[in-house]
């Protein structure tokens, strides 16, 4: 079954808010992750990552937060833009090596005028 | 510096035809890897590859066959394509990092659609 899951398909937001991406794990051996961002037609795109020492990482408008205690992990996105519509994937990394990565379903962040 | 460079971006077959997509990165990256990603799913791991001559299966390898004889190189191939093989098709690549970083780089993928 999936290891890596997010709570929401679809999350739509005010423009200038800030949105909230949910994703919950369910490997405790996992020891990286990694959020990705992936407009219509493209790649995924590296936002932000985290590893499993730590609890919180931030970045330019971005913000990581990693529980756990209940595996869960989040990813803020601080005064949403247009651009910033797309699908969010969270990934796992469970052993640290080359076997690539395990992805959760997605959400797809909606940005209101 | 292209990145991750993948072709053909789309491809149409029919049933039990034949064909490579290639993947090519001019970044050095020692591990590549080939993931399908079907409507409203996340990417799924077919096949990965550790460095030049090695490679392994990921989570969906069935109708699938890869090679790596260079660094820069992962062609995926079908041997015989079949309907439920329709899908994007992306390849990554990654550097080896002191830790557990594994941050992969992709493609602007393939789209295939089998008839």
């Known amino acids: 079954g999936e290891s890596v899951g997010l709570h929401l398909p679809t999350l739509s937001v005010q423009e200038g808010d800030n949105s909230i991406i949910n994703c919950a794990y369910s490997n405790s051996a996992s020891d990286y992750f990694i959020w990705y961002k992936q407009e219509s037609g493209k790649g995924p795109q590296f936002i932000i990552d985290?590893?499993?020492?730590?609890d919180k990482r931030q970045g330019q408008r971005v913000t990581v937060l990693l529980n756990k205690t209940v595996k869960h992990l989040s990813l803020q996105i601080a005064a949403t833009q247009p651009g910033d519509s797309a699908v969010y994937f969270c990934a796992e990394n469970r052993r640290g090596g080359a076997d690539g990565l395990t992805f959760g379903k997605g959400t797809h962040l909606i940005i209101q005028p | 510096n292209a990145g991750v460079t993948q072709t053909p971006k789309f491809q149409v077959l029919k049933t039990g035809q034949s064909m490579t997509l290639q993947c090519a990165q001019d970044?050095?990256?020692?591990?590549m890897s080939w993931y399908r990603q079907d409507p409203g799913m996340g990417l799924r791991l077919i096949h990965y590859?550790?460095?030049?001559?090695?490679?392994d299966q990921g989570e969906v390898p069935n109708g699938y066959n890869v090679s790596r004889s260079t660094t820069e190189d992962f062609p995926l191939r079908l041997l015989s394509a079949a309907p439920s093989q329709t899908s994007v098709y992306f390849c990554?690549?990654?550097?080896?990092?002191?830790?557990?970083?594994?941050?992969?780089?992709f493609g602007a993928g393939t789209r295939l659609s089998v008839l």
């Open positions: 970044m050095n990256h020692e591990y």
């Open positions: 990554a690549s990654s550097y080896s990092n002191r830790g557990s970083k594994n941050i992969q780089y």
């Open positions: 590859s550790v460095g030049a001559g090695i490679t």
């Open positions: 985290i590893r499993s020492n730590m």
